[in-house]
């Protein structure tokens, strides 16, 4: 398969109208982006069933929605299916895909059936190495504020809603636009976010020219009378706002640089609140951001741009929302305190978003107190190619737990494991901690771990389940 091109899927083709899928069927229904598709659709008139793994919360509200979802693959679940919606991840030899294939039943993939749920509404979609789920959701939080009641589907369920979709009452749609397969193409937005254009997913896209390729694909997929939203700190980012002005596109750019035209200055980080001065076509705002680190800042000015810059909506109204920021799961998610010992989690999985996690701890922790990590690389391919960097990013830590590599989709790589990680880490004079196993892991932090630090829950595999075990240890006292 050429690097950077999804052999599966057409991008490029027409959005289908929802009215047109007749009844759909999904596979894996109860992934978190699956299922909010899902419901989408149903709400819009269309027949949905659906089949999973295994059980799950997102199966019951399903359910309880009125949607049929059956557990386990059985090409019987396909009688009178029109379309079957899948993502990357099932394969062409899942029973279900492979029937219809052969029966040739339509077939989408996640994105694209997102695509149909989105119908005439103004599309905002928000892609970016790092940052795009946050992003989003402060989208969606400023946008509710200032009255828009947007729809919405991103990677991470809202706190205050807990919920990572939601048909709302606006014409607005907010969706988060996943770069990893290429999908990020099918939907048209009106408003298109990029936050970074970084080099990440190279097992898809083989080196950072195919990486920078497809986000200028993406930016051209702008609907005519659109505009890119675009971070002017971020080379890549940049870059790609430079090409599109030139071709004669609307773009906005924001950040600290002083061409922005959304322009971010004395900044302010301290603790869990980040606060600026935000200037738009000569107009301050002052802007107090519910959100910990640098990093969310910049997130809350590029959601900030949108409403005001791309929607026209009252900037103070869409201030105020992000200044009630209520955060969402996984994304700096404090999962509790047990022996004055915060627990943290969070998804970060590349290299930048692992440093803005760490850099983000240590902003809040108290001076004496450590940020202590375990961190759970994803992919042996990202392990690979991005360990030095991983490694700088945990180096700001003062004790680092590194599990074996979480290999989801991809098959062990010989010579490729969490000690590629440990040794870039000490060339740079740190250390880590191999755990052998999450019980091992668990065993070390709290060895070490004192009153008024903070521990924190880093990866996009299962590593989210040490929180509630690392609490109960620190509860139960130390061995």
């Known amino acids: 398969m050429p690097y950077g091109v999804n052999e599966r899927f057409d991008f490029g083709e027409p959005t289908r109208p929802a009215a047109?899928?007749?009844?759909v069927h999904f596979i894996a229904i109860g992934g978190s982006g699956m299922s909010g598709v899902a419901a989408f659709l149903s709400d819009l008139g269309?027949?949905?069933?659906?089949?999973?793994g295994a059980e799950s919360p997102a199966v019951e509200r399903l359910r309880a929605d009125g949607i049929a979802v059956a557990i386990g693959h059985d090409p019987a679940h396909l009688v009178g299916v029109d379309t079957v919606i899948v993502s990357s991840a099932i394969p062409e030899s899942n029973a279900e895909l492979a029937a219809a294939r052969a029966d040739g039943r339509a077939v989408l993939h996640r994105a694209q059936a997102l695509a149909s749920a989105m119908g005439d509404d103004t599309r905002v979609a928000v892609?970016?190495?790092?940052?795009?789920?946050?992003?989003?959701a402060m989208i969606v939080s400023a946008l509710r504020a200032a009255g828009a009641d947007p729809s919405f589907a991103i990677g991470s369920e809202l706190v205050d809603?807990?919920?990572?979709?939601?048909?709302?009452s606006g014409q607005v749609?907010?969706?988060?636009?996943?770069?990893?397969d290429g999908s990020f193409l099918s939907y048209r937005p009106h408003i298109a976010v990029v936050t970074n254009v970084q080099p990440d997913h190279l097992d898809f896209y083989g080196d950072v020219a195919h990486v920078e390729a497809a986000y200028a694909a993406f930016a051209r997929s702008v609907e005519p009378g659109g505009v890119l939203v675009a971070f002017a700190d971020d080379a890549g980012s940049a870059r790609l706002a430079s090409a599109m002005r030139a071709a004669g596109r609307r773009v906005i750019t924001y950040g600290e640089a002083p061409e922005a035209d959304v322009r971010i200055t004395d900044v302010a980080v301290a603790g869990l609140t980040s606060r600026a001065i935000v200037t738009y076509d000569g107009m301050p705002l002052d802007l107090t951001v519910a959100a910990p680190g640098r990093h969310n800042l910049v997130n809350a000015v590029a959601a900030l741009s949108v409403g005001w810059a791309g929607l026209g909506l009252d900037p103070v109204a869409l201030a105020a929302g992000l200044a009630a920021f209520p955060g969402t799961r996984r994304r700096f998610e404090r999962r509790g305190s047990a022996a004055g010992v915060d627990v943290v989690d969070d998804y970060a999985h590349n290299a930048p978003k692992v440093a803005a996690v760490v850099a983000g701890a240590r902003a809040v922790v108290a001076p004496g107190a450590s940020v202590r990590v375990v961190f759970q690389p994803h992919l042996y391919s990202r392990t690979r190619d991005f360990a030095p960097g991983f490694a700088a990013g945990l180096a700001g830590a003062d004790q680092v737990v590194l599990l074996p590599v979480y290999g989801a989709r991809e098959q062990p790589?010989?010579?490729?494991?969490?000690?590629?990680?440990a040794a870039e880490l000490a060339a740079l004079g740190g250390e880590a901690e191999l755990a052998a196993d999450p019980a091992d892991a668990v065993r070390r932090l709290v060895a070490k771990a004192a009153a008024g630090d903070l521990v924190l829950t880093v990866g996009a595999g299962d590593v989210t389940r040490l929180a509630p075990l690392i609490l109960a240890a620190l509860d139960g006292g130390r061995e």
């Open 127 to 136: 892609a970016g190495a790092n940052g795009k789920t946050t992003t989003s």
């Open 20 to 23: 047109a899928l007749g009844r």
């Open 46 to 52: 269309v027949t949905v069933s659906g089949c999973d």
């Open 173 to 180: 749609f907010v969706a988060e636009a996943d770069e990893s």
């Open 161 to 168: 809603l807990g919920r990572n979709s939601l048909r709302g």
């Open 413 to 421: 790589m010989p010579g490729v494991d969490s000690h590629l990680i």
